[in-house]
């Protein structure tokens, strides 16, 4: 088979502009603003004088040669966004509906040797749909009957982006070769004897016959395996064993070694790589009389969301999910364990959105960055979510390549789809076998999920509710035929009696943010972290925070003046909000970041503490997880990464590939062992939480005051919790702990009551150079704030009075020369 490509230059029209010079893989915006059309659309407000674009047509052509005219030849498009015609030569190829499939068009016998015109004429998409009747659902609803990205068309973290183009690569494919069309590699066993790996391959052209080879080679590049056989039947399998296979392991329990799958059918080559293990989730059922049953039933009791914030109608006083479903000690409750190859692992890490609001900006660069990210900041799982896309293929092996366990969601969120139409069913079908076949030989993919959000009324016994059709009629059979040894969940989250059950299976903390928010109102906050410890599950998989990035990422869209207006109305537009949320999520992070950290004095002191809300957030949810490990054997949250600038948003990477504040936080929990103090009865407990490993850990605690000094050693006894009691006065206000385990210093402490921080200036900078900065506190700092476009080792950490502290940074990438780091700091008031 030979490919052409037909990327490049093409060209953009509509009925105002004519053949502008276009760039393919792209889209019309990023065109327009190319031409000069459109200013930057992320800069301040801009994006609001861009709406037009989407109720235009477009057509995108060009003209290109071909050779060979007579032989077999096909035209393929890896993504249109996503109405089309596609036209050659004036003749219609066929029209497109569906972003999330490539098409492909037979031109045999349709080419000529020389200026064959290719058109590509885009739809509306708005216009497409605005005459169907309305649906249910966050945000806006017409999204739903389109296949198309639905987070662009306006979500509480990103703009509105509706566009259309040819965003992935375009070629002509030659030639009807006997060659391999896909091939299926899985682990079927590992034992004593080494690794069975079962080889599915399926031909094309197969009655053309002939010898194909089949190679593999290990993480080192060594054959260890090869044989060849003729076929002339349209698939084989094969059984074969590797001795002394190397397994790959998630992030933090071992290495990630790939192996390749080399087939060669008469010359043509097919290449997979893959990796050896296996993944189980275990759902075992919690005793009658267990602790972890009784801490079910408090959670549950404790959970007083109402029932009319998910759509359902309020029927007197403040009904409750209980009142509605009877949570009871009739209802079993389970754990939630992902086991590879045997072993129990502790899952941590975040939800994935698309990483640029227009699919053709999604540089492999930038997205090798984030999974990067992740892996630095002792992360072992992306869920990827159901409002974005089936990501690029770099995505899915920059995972592999560093331990990232993947949790993917089908293309649905947040609303009532037309799951009983049968072109959508149709749709959904095609979506489930691509996806399938492009995913199913990566040992990062854990599970499937249904959709996002679309069942969390469903029910195992339920007979009819939404999303179960779009799920079981319409993906499933696919997944069950093309990749039958994984996990698919008819919806995220899945599990439970409603799916949003926090006492099993998966859970969404998004679901419950009326009680959180209730809280950041109608109270002083002071005891915001035994609030924030009821958000408690056995396996969450999108827990929320919230906050901004650095200053120097806020610049890149806004201005000094637009950061010191006081209606902060620039910051609010790149904060985007839900509708049904009254006031807008802005104001409930300011509320909340205000009422637990003091009152803002000046533009600096609130944006720290804007920034340093996700800090505190992520430490007392991820401490708390930890302290229940065992109940709890997961935490991913919302969300990873940015789809657009955003000011104040959820994300712990920005969209410049900056760590927030919430990154050094994250890093921080997730390290194998991590210490955390609890008051209880009085009396002050560490926590020490273990993600698997064993051994001794050294531990120093101190009050602020330092008026006593406690040293012990502590034997780590793998996967779960140690609990030390302190031998401290309860009436101390403030404890601090340093756990040393192996070559790592955990440092934890306890505050009474709320966070209030001031600037300070007790601190100098001993040392400062292009790779490290040293600096020394001459009191207590609670927060050292290094600024700057770098990655650094550590950042908000704390200082003792006189404690030195050396970090280390880079230069984050694309940003060739900038300034050296300026460090700030906090502390507690008097």
């Given amino acids: 088979m030979k490919r052409t490509t037909l990327n490049g230059n093409w060209f953009l029209s509509n009925d105002t502009y004519q053949k502008l010079p276009a760039v393919v893989p792209g889209c019309v915006h990023t065109d327009l603003k190319r031409n000069g059309i459109i200013s930057d659309y992320f800069w301040r407000d801009n994006n609001d004088s861009c709406q037009w674009i989407e109720r235009e047509d477009w057509s995108y052509s060009r003209f290109f040669d071909a050779e060979n005219t007579a032989d077999a030849c096909r035209l ?60 249910t659902g966050a945000f806006t609803t017409e999204r739903m009957y389109t296949r198309r990205m639905q987070c662009t068309y306006y979500w509480d973290w990103v703009d509105r982006f509706v566009t259309c183009g040819i965003f992935l690569p375009v070629y002509l494919e030659t030639g009807d070769d006997f060659c391999v069309g896909d091939a299926y590699i899985y682990t079927e066993a590992i034992d004593d004897f080494g690794a069975q790996i079962v080889i599915e391959t399926n031909y094309l052209n197969h009655e053309k016959s002939g010898v194909v080879q089949f190679e593999i080679f290990d993480p080192n590049g060594q054959r260890i395996h090869e044989n060849k056989q003729y076929v002339r039947e349209p698939k084989t399998v094969q059984r074969i064993n590797v001795t002394a296979p190397q397994l790959w392991w998630p992030n933090g329990y071992g290495e990630h070694p790939l192996y390749t799958l080399r087939i060669t059918a008469n010359e043509n080559v097919h290449e997979e790589t893959f990796g050896i293990r296996t993944l189980r989730v275990a759902e075992i059922p919690d005793a009658k009389d267990s602790d972890y049953r009784a801490l079910c039933r408090k959670l549950q009791d404790r959970q007083r969301t109402p029932i009319e914030e998910f759509g359902w109608e309020r029927q007197d006083g403040q009904k409750t999910l209980i009142d509605e479903f009877g949570w009871d000690d009739t209802e079993e409750t389970a754990g939630f364990v992902v086991i590879v190859n045997g072993k129990r692992i502790y899952c941590r890490g975040g939800n994935w959105v ?70 959508f069913l149709e ?84 679901n419950f943010f009326g009680d959180m928010f209730q809280f950041f109102t109608n109270t002083d906050c002071v005891s915001y972290k035994e609030h924030l410890e009821h958000f408690l599950a056995r396996f969450t998989v999108e827990e929320p925070i919230y ?36 006031p807008t999520l802005f104001d409930y992070g300011k509320t909340f970041a205000e009422k637990i950290f003091g009152g803002f004095h000046g533009v600096e002191d609130k944006l720290f503490k804007y920034e340093y809300l996700q800090y505190e957030w992520i430490r007392v949810i991820f401490e708390n997880c930890r302290r229940h490990t065992g109940f709890n054997d997961g935490l991913v949250f919302w969300m990873l990464n940015d ?93 601090i702990c340093d756990v040393h385990f192996e070559d790592t210093v955990d440092r934890c402490f306890y505050k009474e009551g709320s966070l209030p921080l001031e600037k300070s200036d007790r601190f100098e900078v001993l040392r400062q150079d292009e790779q490290s900065i040293t600096v ?23 200082l003792l009075p006189g404690e030195e502290k050396t970090v280390t940074y880079r230069k984050a990438t694309g940003n060739a020369a900038p300034a050296l780091p300026r460090a700030t700091a906090f502390t507690l008031t008097k």
């Fill in 354 to 423: 698309p990483c640029d609001p227009f699919p053709s900006e999604e540089s492999e660069e930038k997205i090798a960055e984030i999974v990067a990210l992740a892996e630095e900041g002792n992360m072992n799982m992306i869920r990827v979510w159901g409002g974005g896309l089936f990501e690029k293929d770099c995505f899915y092996d920059e995972c592999d390549k560093r331990g990232i366990l993947v949790t993917q969601d089908f293309l649905m969120a947040c609303g009532e789809y037309p799951q009983k139409e049968a072109w």
């Fill in 776 to 798: 020394r506190g001459t009191a207590y700092l609670h927060a050292v704030v290094l600024e700057g476009e770098y990655i650094f080792s550590d950042n908000y950490f704390s």
């Fill in 427 to 510: 749709e959904l079908t095609k979506e489930a076998a691509f996806a399938a076949k492009k995913l199913r030989n990566h040992p990062c993919l854990a599970w499937w999920s249904g959709d996002n959000e679309n069942a969390t009324k469903g029910f195992d016994l339920g007979e009819e509710f939404n999303g179960r059709d779009a799920a079981l009629v319409g993906t499933a059979p696919s997944i069950f035929a093309l990749d039958p040894n994984r996990r698919f969940h008819l919806s995220s989250p899945y599990g439970g009696t409603p799916y949003m059950s926090i006492t099993r299976g998966t859970t969404h903390t998004t």
């Fill in 547 to 582: 906050g901004t990035p650095q200053k120097c990422s806020l610049l890149k869209f806004l201005t000094e003046e637009d950061l010191a207006d006081e209606s902060e109305r620039i910051l609010r537009f790149h904060s985007k909000s839900n509708p049904c949320v009254n």
């Fill in 643 to 735: 789809c657009w600038p955003a000011s104040m948003s959820w994300s712990i990477i920005d969209f410049y590939n900056l760590p927030k504040a919430a990154w050094y936080s994250f890093k921080r929990c997730a390290k194998s062992v991590i210490g955390s103090v609890k008051k209880e009865n009085g009396a002050f407990h560490l926590y020490l939480s273990s993600d698997g490993k064993s051994g001794v850990a050294k531990v120093v605690c101190h009050t602020l005051a330092q008026q006593g000094v406690y040293e012990t050693e502590v034997s780590i006894d793998g996967y779960g919790v140690t609990v030390l009691k302190l031998p401290f006065d309860g009436q101390e206000p403030f404890v």
């Fill in 76 to 135: 393929v498009f890896e993504g249109l966004d996503t109405y089309a015609t596609v036209l050659l030569n004036g003749d219609v190829l066929g029209e497109t509906q569906n972003m999330f499939i490539p098409h492909t068009f037979d031109v045999s016998g349709k080419l000529k040797e020389k200026d064959n015109l290719l058109e590509v004429r885009f739809r509306s998409p708005v216009k497409e749909t605005e005459n169907l009747p309305a649906r």
